[in-house]
């Protein structure tokens, strides 16, 4: 199925990878929303540690501290953050299951780009323990 929704979003986030700056206010609009946001539901738990992991991810890439391998898990998780922020996408979040299909772009993604959240976790956790 074709999802314009998603590709308005990738077009979105290229944009955004060469232009840095900018992506701190994607950031900001994420952190409110994952503040909004039940996530109570069944499975919704584990997402929402993996939306905040790519959050610290991408600050961190932004402010040059960790530096992605790819450009492409760049623009993929940006891709999600703006997905998840949209709240008119193909199922309306005002609708009583509107972030069905935000929470299976979110799992799609981050299973896309396991890899590299492990590798930036990995990073976390010795930094903070060198500190």
């Known amino acids: ?8 979003a ?5 944009r955004l990878a060469e232009k840095p700056g900018r992506i701190g206010r994607v950031l900001a609009e994420l952190a409110a929303k994952i503040t909004r946001v039940d996530w109570s539901a ?11 992991l790519a959050g610290r991810l991408l600050r961190a890439n932004v402010s040059g501290v960790y530096s992605l391998k790819s ?3 760049l623009v993929g998780l940006l891709t999600a953050c703006i997905y998840f922020i949209n709240p008119f996408d193909l199922i309306p979040d005002l609708l009583i299951v509107g972030l069905a299909d ?3 772009i979110l799992a799609w993604v981050f ?8 590798a930036f976790e990995e990073w976390e956790k010795t930094t903070s323990a060198s500190l």
């Open 102 to 104: 935000d929470m299976a």
């Open 111 to 118: 299973s896309a780009a396991a890899s590299e959240l492990t």
């Open 10 to 14: 990738i077009k979105q986030a290229s």
């Open 42 to 52: 069944e499975g919704r738990l584990k997402l929402k540690q993996q939306l905040l």
């Open 1 to 8: 199925m074709f999802n314009s929704f998603f590709q308005t």
């Open 71 to 73: 450009k492409r898990v």
